[in-house]
DNA sequence: ATGAAAGCGCTAACAT
DNA sequence: ATGTTAGCGCTTTCAT
């Protein structure tokens, strides 16, 4: 509570400064720096005279200035199409943990699916001078990748391996997803498909290619429900309800595959399922897409394709935190690739 | 790619200035800043000239600087226990549009549920000199309390109803939840009861209060599983499978009643009991809580207490917002209140 | 190991 | 409506 003396022109008084803890410390603001950054580059007595002035004092650095003076945010921006995505939960907290432990902070950035405002978002981003950008998915405009290329600063693109990264880049082929599902169903026997999905761009690849390779094999007839918006639910359970509509299952017909790109879907599906008294894997099969946590624990169990989310942000924090170290380090680009794992629900007997 | 001239002690270049684009505009810097803050405050004519520099050099504000320089950060903290719990995720969705559309940024924040590193997490926070923040939950400890209240950053906390709140706050009373489930099944002609808990400090306090509601009804024996963690549909199924080893309802006894503190416990309870051939609500009833997005979709349809999470979201948002356009205002307290949701699985016969 | 000077990029406050 | 000056709180750079 002592009052300063404002200077001719000062402005009205603030918190408590690092010249404050200088002062009462009886050293010069500047060492108080270097206790605050490198301890080690202070002799010890000299560093409990410091750390005494700031409990004292309840000191708090302020890293606007210290970013502003030292060129480096500390800051990294983690932009996701959406934080209701339980997908991406696990990524996101792998991403978070890691940076927190490296003294990074994270900032958020919500994209939605629509490329609308993304300038705008970026714009808000840089403003904010991160020393890295993690993105989930990839700018959708072209002016938006250009103008982050211009920044130059580090990005990491995740969940997707596009051609032109902007930068790093750590995901797997959604490609190959949709047809080595389509492969591996195939040789499991199923031969009368359907598809269910949301139209987020990445799941609509893997449905076409998925589609792709089931006409390859001479299955042309796929009926398709493709909705809007996030995968929930209500939205499998509607799926199905509409499938089944012109497409009922008898004990006479081969089973009906039921691919969702999602795990969400998927549980619906075999919700509605139960709820119908249709017997899943009999007469209906289902295979999902995430492994989510429940995948494993549906009645009865879901298929699915595995993706480790939380190795996939923890790889991406560590190629970002790498190249925060080694400025020169090359872009690496890291497929983690995905497995397919059968369980119960692609069980029918042919 | 200008070679600027260093100062005798200058720095190594760095990016575009505010000073670079009045330059090009034939302005002075605070005019610049002028159109960037309150662009009416500008001339028409001036306006385009700026903005014809701004586009000509790429020219990004730095928000870190103009943070310092204003004292307003234009930055958010949200806290949130983890970002992996659904239960959240609305909440932190509705807070982080409100923010977005009103210039300010989110930084994240995690705290964990336990209350070791909840001191240095606040420091870091604070380090940035956010306008507000915005807590899920409480603070634990008393010094984190004290140094949030010394820093007099406006505080809403959400998802509870505390005596002493830091500052604002929004939430309910999980008390309330507790014992108007009890009353509510109690009249619906349910006697025996199980309990179904993860160990998060909010869902124990309802948990709490429904026995204590029970026991007044004289109902002491009920069965309990208490697990460790995040709640999981594996969880719900772990834990009805536990509570079904020394109590198997047979169309003699009385259904029996399996109160959760989680909808998401509650599915896995609804898993496991089809997985059993359990019927509900015959034989087994199932409440949950917070009519997450699938509750009213599972098979059978979830019971469940509903807590709006995207208006708790926005009312925070909100409340924030008003303090920081008006200082003078008081600190409000907003009980945003529950629904009690009956579906099937509490349609029990007696 | 510590200090002094200069300046990071912007805006508050006071002109005009 | 626009300009001038000082300074936000810290760190870089150079000196001792």
Redesign the pocket.
């Known amino acids: 509570m002592t009052a300063k003396q404002p ?6 008084t ?2 408590i ?3 404050d803890v200088a002062r009462l410390a009886g ?5 108080v ?2 206790y ?2 490198a301890p080690d ?3 010890e ?2 560093r409990l005279k410091i750390q005494q002035a700031i409990v004292q004092t309840g000191y708090v ?2 890293r606007l ?2 970013s ?3 060129n ?1 945010s500390r800051l990294v921006a983690v932009v996701l199409p959406m934080v209701t995505n339980p997908l991406f939960s696990d990524t996101f907290q792998a991403i978070n943990e890691r940076l927190m432990q490296a003294g990074y902070q994270v900032l958020l950035g919500v994209s939605g699916y629509q490329s609308e405002q993304e300038q705008h978002l970026l714009d808000v981003i840089l403003s904010r001078r991160p020393d890295g950008i993690i993105l989930t998915g990839t700018l959708h405009t072209q002016a938006s990748r250009a103008r982050l290329r211009a920044a130059a600063v580090p990005v990491v693109e995740t969940w997707d391996l596009t051609d032109d990264p902007i930068d790093m880049l750590v995901g797997f082929s959604h490609e190959r997803v949709g047809s080595e599902v389509a492969q591996r169903l195939l040789r499991l026997g199923y031969r009368r498909f359907a598809l269910l999905a949301v139209d987020d761009p990445r799941g609509l690849r893997r449905a076409q290619s998925l589609l792709d390779a089931l006409t390859q094999a001479g299955i042309g007839d796929v009926q398709q429900q493709i909705f809007a918006g996030l995968p929930t639910l209500e939205q499998g359970r509607r799926g199905l309800a509409a499938l089944l509509e012109n497409d009922w299952p008898t004990p006479q017909t081969p089973p009906l595959m039921v691919v969702c790109t999602s795990d969400t879907l998927a549980h619906g599906v075999l919700t509605e399922a139960a709820a119908r008294g249709l017997p899943v894997p009999e007469r209906l099969g289902v295979m999902g897409f995430g492994d989510m946590n429940f995948a494993s624990h549906t009645f009865p169990a879901l298929s699915t394709v595995r993706i480790d989310g939380a190795q996939l942000g923890a790889c991406a924090a560590d190629l970002l935190l790498r190249r925060l170290q080694q400025p020169e380090q090359v872009a690496e680009i890291v497929d983690i690739g995905f497995s397919l794992i059968e369980r119960q629900s692609t069980r029918a007997v042919f």
Chains 1, 2 share one sequence.
């Not at 200077?7 to 009205?12: L, P």
């Not at 050293?27 to 060492?31: E, H, K, L, R, S």
Request: proline fraction near 3%.
């Open positions: 200077g001719s022109k000062g402005r009205s603030r918190g400064t690092l010249v050293v010069a603001p500047m060492t720096s270097r605050l950054n580059a202070v002799r007595e000299t650095q302020n200035a210290s502003l003076a030292s480096r």
